[in-house]
């Protein structure tokens, strides 16, 4: 829907999105690089954090590696592999630790069995394929229908939008299965990091909330542009069709 030449379902659903997800990557940034000068009084590195976590949970078959990179920490259920970045695994500031604690946030949920991230696994093929071909053949569809000169063309430049969207809405799902896993992972991390004193101070862990929640941010914005990109897709579709 255009209002003097401007999409108004961008505007609406998709540019606040946007501008909450340079918020949320520019406050991500300023918050680290605040903490990651504020060493730990504990003196431990993102590493041997990641290791007090992991043996106060009774986890004696996840492996710790370090990668290369700057906060490309993550978990790997699949080999159970936490590796850490360089910019964590020896770095010793309460910036680090936090990141550390979130990541083994996800090797405790693993061994528990946490639901979400039982499922979030199950749609990662589904949601991989969704998001690669989901919204080229919903806008393929709704371009073709929309210049079509046959009407029996019509229905099957139709199908080709409904599977666009199926597959687009598959991998929708799986943003909104990541806000719990990751909320759920960092609150893990704040609670265990006070009960094993490896953050011993209210201030330590003042700043690993915050660090941590600005983390969060970043997936809330990801969530709400596939949404706000979703819905814009279908309303558009289903505005054709009314037309017809």
């Known amino acids: 829907m255009y209002l003097g030449g401007i999409d108004i379902y961008y505007l609406i659903l998709i540019l606040p999105a946007a501008l909450l997800s340079l918020f949320a990557s520019a406050l991500v ?3 680290y690089a605040k903490y990651d000068k504020v060493m730990a009084s504990r003196g431990v590195s993102g590493a041997q954090a990641a290791q007090i976590l ?3 949970n009774g986890i004696t078959d996840v492996r710790i590696a370090h990668i290369g990179g700057k906060l490309t920490d993550n978990y790997n259920p699949s080999n159970k592999v936490l590796s850490l970045s360089d910019s964590t695994f020896a770095s010793r500031s309460i910036a680090a ?6 990541e083994t946030g996800h ?3 693993h061994n528990v069995g946490y639901g979400p991230l039982i499922f979030r696994r199950m749609l990662v093929p589904v949601a991989n394929f969704g998001s690669r071909f989901g919204p080229t053949l919903a806008i393929l569809g ?5 210049v079509a000169s046959l ?10 939008t409904d599977i666009g969207l199926l597959l687009f809405g ?7 299965v990541t806000l719990p896993v990751e909320f759920n992972a960092s609150r893990r991390a704040l609670k265990i990091l006070k009960e094993t004193g490896t953050l011993t101070t209210k201030e330590e862990i003042r700043g690993v909330r915050k660090v941590l929640t600005a983390a969060a941010l970043t997936y809330v914005a990801s969530a709400l542009t596939a949404i706000g990109s979703f819905l814009r897709l279908l309303l558009i579709a289903n505005s054709r069709r009314n037309r017809r």
């Open 29 to 31: 940034k300023s918050r």
């Open 54 to 56: 992991l043996k106060a």
């Open 97 to 102: 630790v936090g990141v550390a604690a979130h």
């Open 107 to 109: 090797a405790i949920q």
């Open 142 to 146: 709704i371009i073709l229908g929309a």
């Open 151 to 160: 009407e029996q063309y019509i229905p099957i430049f139709q199908l080709v």
């Open 170 to 176: 598959a991998s929708m799902l799986f943003y909104l």
